[in-house]
């Protein structure tokens, strides 16, 4: 597990308020993710997740609280500008471009760069070796690929920034059995390889818990409880309070 003590937090919410108009959506949050570590956030539905995770991405500007990127204060910073400071995102439902082929939406990732096409090539050939199965469908139009292949492609088009931190929505709502599992090893591995910090929006806990290093519980807009991915898991009063019927 990463050594979180000894690093600076590459993303930082100290005492984050956000607003819509007079509703408050997330209260006093505070929350760190270190580098080459997964971070989860848990809770069910209008418990702040998304909102969290736009704040992050610059999409919503906090009331009160800051927001931190490597130490330095983003709170105001527009989205292009997290971008550049090495974060990403893979939203929820996917949203590659349908009628666009799988190279081009890889492409699209990389335009923020602001790279030469071979450039661009060549980061595409570096994530193949990654994701053999885009590869062989680098020409195919992504709106014809299965739901688990669609998120690859998501997951894929976020690392050709190069991105220190990834910020996932959801990435396994909609997708059989089968490719949820996928999914889940395939995060694991990049985080395992890349040294990828992830933090990762979900409703189905375990699954969450599963890859994470930590997680935070979300419900109504402040973090109720956080600890260890294994301490969540195995505390039986937390599962069922927090992990099973709220959080489903």
Do not use: W
Request: proline fraction near 5%.
């Amino acid at each position: 597990m990463p050594t979180s003590e000894t690093s600076t937090p590459i993303l930082e919410f100290d005492e984050v308020t956000v607003h819509y108009g007079p509703s408050r959506a997330l209260d006093k949050v505070s929350l760190q993710v270190h580098p080459g570590e997964i971070v989860s956030l848990l809770g069910g539905n209008a418990s702040g997740k998304s909102t969290t995770m736009k704040t992050a991405l610059g999409l919503l500007k906090p009331s009160s609280g800051v927001v931190r990127i490597d130490g330095v204060d983003v709170s105001s910073s527009a989205s292009a500008a997290r971008i550049s400071a090495g974060l990403a995102s893979v939203p929820e439902a996917r949203r590659v471009f349908p009628a666009m082929s799988v190279e081009e939406n890889l492409f699209v990732g990389g335009y923020i760069r602001k790279e030469r096409r071979s450039v661009l090539v060549a980061r595409a050939n570096e994530l193949y070796e990654h994701f053999p199965r885009l590869r062989e469908r680098r020409t195919q139009h992504a709106g014809t690929l299965s739901g688990g292949e669609q998120q690859m492609l998501a997951f894929a088009r976020a690392l050709m920034s190069k991105p220190r931190l990834i910020c996932m929505d959801e990435p396994t709502m909609g997708l059989s059995p089968l490719f949820v599992d996928r999914v889940l090893d395939e995060i694991a591995r990049l985080n395992k390889e890349l040294g990828l910090a992830i933090l990762i929006v979900e409703q189905q806990a375990e699954l969450a818990l599963s890859i994470a290093h930590r997680g935070n519980v979300l419900r109504g807009g402040e973090i109720v409880l956080r600890g260890t991915a294994a301490e969540l898991l195995n505390n039986p009063a937390i599962r069922d309070a927090y992990l099973g019927k709220e959080a489903a």
